[in-house]
Nanobody, 119 residues
Framework: QVQLIESGGGLVQAGGSLRLSCAAS????????RAWFRQAPGKEREFVAA????????DYAHSVKGRFTISRDNAKNTVYLQMNSLKPEDTAVYYC????????????WGQGTQVTVSS
């Protein structure tokens, strides 16, 4: 059974940092693009960041560019999202995803982890 398990969410003050992790279990995702999405209450799910299978290409939403960094460790089948200079508007459930192409559809999704940024 393919599973993506997010961790690292929590409550932080504005200006603080969090590091999210997403580990794969049940399958090997070394050749899969990885991405992070988020969804706030009453909002549509939105793209946050993506990384190609070998880490050579990354893409970020404009709202997080310069503050968030996506990275991956294929030996651990894990993708990370380092979030710095957090803002209250970053508050959302963050979801990890995996798919065959960085600019394609994502076939596997995690259960989500809550990030709350207080003002």
């Amino acid at each position: 059974q393919v599973q993506l398990i997010e961790s690292g969410g929590g409550l932080v003050q504005a200006g603080g940092s969090l590091r999210l992790s997403c580990a794969a279990s049940g399958r090997i995702f070394g050749n899969y693009a990885r991405a992070w999405f988020r969804q706030a209450p009453g909002k549509e799910r939105e793209f946050v960041a993506a990384i190609s299978w070998n880490g050579g290409s990354t893409d970020y939403a404009h709202s997080v560019k310069g503050r968030f960094t996506i990275s991956r460790d294929n030996a651990k089948n894990t993708v990370y999202l380092q979030m710095n200079s957090l803002k209250p508007e970053d508050t959302a459930v963050y979801y990890c995803a995996a798919g065959p192409k960085v600019d394609g559809q994502y076939d596997y999704w995690g259960q989500g982890t809550q990030v709350t940024v207080s003002s």
